[in-house]
Structures are given as C-alpha cells and as structure tokens.
C-alpha cells in the first residue's frame, strides 16, 4: 500500500512537471515560432493576408501588447485618455501582426532553436533562442512575464543585446514630439497599411 502511494506521487509530480512545462514561458516562444514557420513554409498560398490571420490569435495570446504599447509610448501614456490609449494598443497590435506577416514570408530550411532560460528579475524570465537560417545565426532573446496566469512577451532583443523596446520607444519620441498621440496612432496605421499593400 505504501509502494502504491509513492508511486502515486511520483506520477503525480511528474504529471504536474509536464503541466507546468506546457504552460511555461518556453512554451509561449514555441508558440509564436510554430506560427512563424507555419506561414514560412506556406507563404506563397497563404499570401500576406492568410499570414497575418494565422499569427493574429497567437500574436494576442503570447504577447501582452499593452504593456509593450505603455513602455514604448513612455510619459506620453500617462497623459492619454482611455480612448487614446485603447487606440494606441490597437493600432500597436495591428502593425506587430502586420510587421511579422511581412517579414516571414518565405521559407529557405530555416528552424528555430531554444537555447535556455534564464531568471531575468522582477518576476520576469529571459527564454534565449536562435534563428538558423542561410548559414546565419541570429540570437533572439525574449523577455517575459506572468500576466493574469500566463507567460506572455514584453521584449524581444535582438542579437541577444538590442532591445525592440527601446527601439520603438526611441521612434515614437520624434512623432509624438513632432504631432502627438493622434499623429503616432496615424502613423502606426500608416505603416500597417503599407505592410498590406506590400503583401
């Protein structure tokens, strides 16, 4: 009887291991590869918008894009109504699923490999993969958090050192210096615009 319940533990453990493993913030990354490769490899029947309607759902699950539109937005999102800032995070959404749509639109062997995970503090964990493709290695580090009980993306660097974050936040500084909220709402809708017409 004793044997049977440690053998019950053990399975139970094991079992919870795998659980957390599937809900972790690897599983997350793997997620949003999967997606990318996908569409790589179908891109030519797919075309831009086929693309852009497989990452959409996995693009919103995977990424908290609030938090990526308040971080690059910087003092500005303080002083924007909710409607300015409901707009913000939409017109950010659009133009990540549209950016990714874009710019994985062929397929040439390349693969994703997960490389780690590293604590990276304040409750946020560093999944470090690499991009293989062409004979290149392109290290892409993702920054993560655990939002309303799941793991979701906040930060990608690139090269494993330069931060999308701090990128956009750079960029959106001149428009919003130079027009406001209403003209970077306008401008992310403008790229996104062009992303489709580019297919």
Known sequence: MRLVNIS??????????????ADGPGAAVEKLHGTLLQNMKNAADLKFEGRKGNLEPVVR?????????????????????????ADMVGAFTDWTIANYASQFDGFDGERFEMTGESDAGRGNVLVNTELHAEGETVALNYRLREKDGAWRIIDIYMDGAVSQLAMRRGEFASV????????????????????????
């Open 8 to 21: 019950i533990f053990v399975l139970s453990c094991a079992l919870t291991f795998a659980a957390n493993a």
């Open 61 to 85: 699950e995977v990424f908290d894009l609030e938090t990526m539109t308040r971080v690059s937005t910087g003092a500005a999102w303080r002083n924007m109504s909710e409607q300015e800032r």
């Open 176 to 199: 919003l210096g130079n027009g406001g909220v209403a003209s970077l709402i306008d401008h992310m809708r403008a790229l996104t615009t062009k992303l489709s017409a580019g297919g």
